[in-house]
């Protein structure tokens, strides 16, 4: 969801691994924990990189939206509020890239791969955020929506994938909270606040299903992945879960899920809701959503514009280390 | 770009005085200095903590997975290091 779409390898059956491959499968549904230096399939590693890559890039390139509002917050509490996700947002995209990099892949090859377009983030954040209201629906939806993901995935068989989605959850329970806090304050507000909250959930509804992936009948990858432990829950039943613990919040606010279809099946205990335009989902994934230039740009820009300032730290590092070597032979 | 990859370090945290430092990531940084005040940044948002160690993650030995048995397994007989193996008698009292 933070990733979507990942590839997986070829799932294999147990009769056809290797002595190896079986005895790993056999750990993995014991519930063991996978370790970096223990021996994996190349499968699951690659797809772990692309997998864990995908989601920090998602963290990363998701401040964007947010960071759009930091200097317009309504109130000095409310940009403090918002800085601080902003800044968590960052540190979960660290602790992502140092459980990638536990795999032998460095963090400045995914960055690399991110801006060249090789790698991809969650299309969520190709979106705009045009008013204050975004704020409450991105922290409440978009938060939300990973928080359904994210919870089950401190599960996973890689240890330190695991460990990472543990710190995360840790914290994103307030990012949530805080949005939703934003939303209830415009429901409450006038008749143009709680304007602007109705068209960011229309606006943000969605985009917001369409974090979970393909529905499971077009997820090609979803088996190899689910037997490994590194995907827990199919598209469609994440999606589902989400739907169903958005709706009386939504409700709760006054507002209107953007849904002409939306009615509560009694037989199956769940909401029935409409499908996202799933033909808009892969011309976000290609690149053609609303933001997407403009949030690689950014981020190459970012990058580029920083590399003074890498270098600097570097020269420093370097000449106080070449300092400290010629004060101990002065020394001895 | 820069070309140079700045080294990771393995960040250790002591929770509260009294605690040990204990292992809570790690991250890259271009010097030790600036390892300890990444790592305030990126591992103490919420307080987490009164002390930080960065090490060099070079600087680590790690034992083989493959040796886990032979380095573990021997303890598992000797279960009379663990003071519930020893029978006192009620009438001796605490000990």
Redesign the interface.
């Known amino acids: 969801m933070y990733a979507q779409m990942v590839k997986s390898e070829g799932m294999k059956s147990l009769e056809e691994m290797s002595p190896e491959e079986r005895a790993f499968q056999e750990r993995v549904d014991r519930g063991d924990k996978i370790e970096p230096k223990e021996w994996m399939p190349e499968g699951y590693r690659k797809t772990l990189i692309r997998q864990i890559g995908q989601h920090a890039h998602s963290e990363i390139v998701g401040q964007l939206p947010e960071g759009n509002w930091i200097t317009r917050a309504p109130t000095l509490e409310r940009k403090a509020i918002l800085l601080a996700k902003v800044q968590d947002e960052a540190g979960h995209g660290l602790y992502l890239y140092s459980a990638a990099e536990t795999l032998g892949v460095s963090r400045d090859e995914l960055m690399e791969k991110l801006h060249s377009g090789a790698m991809k983030y969650s299309s969520i954040f190709n979106y705009p955020t045009l008013t204050w209201a975004d704020m409450g629906a991105v922290g409440w939806l978009v938060d939300g929506a990973a928080i359904m993901n994210q919870v089950p995935l401190q599960r996973t068989s890689y240890g330190p994938y695991s460990r990472a989605m543990i710190r995360i959850c840790k914290e994103e329970s307030f990012h949530q909270r805080q949005g939703y806090a934003i939303m209830m304050k415009m429901a409450q507000g006038t008749p143009e606040q709680k304007e602007m909250a109705q068209d960011a959930l229309n606006r943000f509804w969605y985009p917001s299903l369409m974090m979970f992936g393909p529905s499971d009948k077009d997820s090609v990858h979803s088996a190899q992945s689910m037997a490994w432990k590194i995907k827990m829950n199919t598209n469609d039943e994440l999606r589902q879960k989400f739907v169903d613990e958005t709706v009386p919040q939504a409700e709760y606010l006054g507002l209107t899920v953007p849904d002409e279809t939306l009615t509560w099946n009694e037989a199956r205990g769940h909401y029935d809701f409409a499908e996202p335009d799933w033909s808009e989902f892969f011309e976000v994934i290609k690149g053609n959503g609303p933001c997407n230039e403009e949030r690689l740009g950014a981020r190459r820009e970012a990058w580029d514009k920083g590399a003074w300032f890498r270098d600097g730290l570097t020269a420093y590092a370097e000449k106080a280390a070449a300092r400290r070597a010629a004060s101990n032979v002065a020394a001895e | 770009?820069?070309k140079?990859?700045?080294p990771?370090w393995e960040i250790f945290i002591r929770g509260q005085h009294g605690l040990n430092h204990r292992h809570v990531?790690?991250?890259?940084a271009?010097?030790a200095e600036?390892a300890i005040r990444n790592a305030r940044?990126?591992y103490t948002?919420?307080k987490e903590g009164v002390s930080i160690w960065v090490v060099p993650s070079a600087a680590i030995t790690?034992s083989?997975?493959s040796e886990k048995g032979p380095l573990f397994d021997p303890a598992e007989s000797k279960v009379y290091r663990h003071p519930t193996f020893f029978d006192i008698p009620d009438e001796v009292g605490h000990m």
């Open positions: 770009m820069t140079k990859e700045w990771l990531g790690s991250l890259h271009p010097d600036m940044d990126v948002r919420r790690a083989a997975p």
